[in-house]
């Protein structure tokens, strides 16, 4: 079955305490991306990948990182996890960075920073 | 920048009420428009687009027509179910630069039986 996996689905966790969000979708995708969803704002974008090694910031990218070393594997990192950035947290992916529009997305994970 | 502005749900209908959700968008140039539906636990899916003015995107009974006179995206349904509860939002994309997408703030529909 074609599927974005993320993981964790739920997670709460403390100040300063880093942390990595997986992605992992199933369908050979060239494009990836990452958003954070919050009440009244929708999704905003954090991160994308056109490929493997090719990274670039999104709408708000700061206190976190990505890497893209497979074609597959998309993680967020939070270096320093503060309570702005308690979301709803997405990864998508689509073929092309062209149709990134036909995106795919994970379940979400519902991160909590206290 | 580019902004887009959704109406404030929760909207709430009975089964078979005829559906629209307002959408209107900021945006320089032509960008491309589109209509995403995410049910209750899941991400978002694509629902329709329309990439340029008088175009009329269509997908499982839902319209939506650019409008470029007023910037506007409305989506309708002539006759909604149940199943359609759901939060829509309105997107474009600019089809220049890294082409990111812009969302809406989401619509809450809700449709009683």
């Known amino acids: 079955e074609a599927q974005v996996t993320q993981n964790p689905r739920y997670l709460i966790t403390v100040t300063g305490k880093k942390l990595t969000v997986t992605c992992s979708q199933n369908m050979n995708h060239e494009y990836m991306s990452w958003y954070r969803q919050d009440p009244g704002l929708g999704l905003r974008q954090i991160y994308y990948?056109?490929?493997?090694?090719?990274?670039d910031k999104g709408d708000v990218p700061e206190g976190y990182k990505v890497s893209r070393k497979e074609k597959r594997n998309f993680p967020l990192i939070l270096e320093s996890p503060s309570p702005n950035q308690t979301s709803l947290y997405f990864c998508?992916?689509?073929?092309?960075?062209?149709?990134?529009?036909?995106?795919?997305f994970g379940s979400g994970t519902q991160l909590s920073v206290l | 920048g580019d902004s887009v502005t959704q109406m404030e749900g929760p909207v709430t209908l009975s089964e078979e009420a005829f559906l629209t959700i307002n959408c209107t968008y900021t945006a320089t140039g032509y960008p491309s428009l589109f209509w995403y539906v995410q049910y209750p636990g899941e991400g978002l899916q694509l629902l329709l687009k329309a990439t340029k003015a008088d175009d009329k995107g269509s997908n499982k009974g839902f319209e939506a027509t650019y409008r470029k006179e007023t910037t506007s995206f409305h989506l309708e349904k002539g006759s909604v179910q149940v199943s359609d509860s759901a939060v829509y939002f309105c997107?474009?994309?600019?089809?220049?630069?890294?082409?990111?997408?812009?969302f809406g703030s989401g619509t809450r529909l809700q449709v009683q039986p």
């Open positions: 998508a992916s689509s073929l092309t960075w062209q149709s990134n529009e036909k995106l795919f």
């Open positions: 990948s056109m490929n493997v090694e090719v990274t």
């Open positions: 997107a474009l994309r600019r089809d220049t630069g890294r082409r990111a997408l812009t």
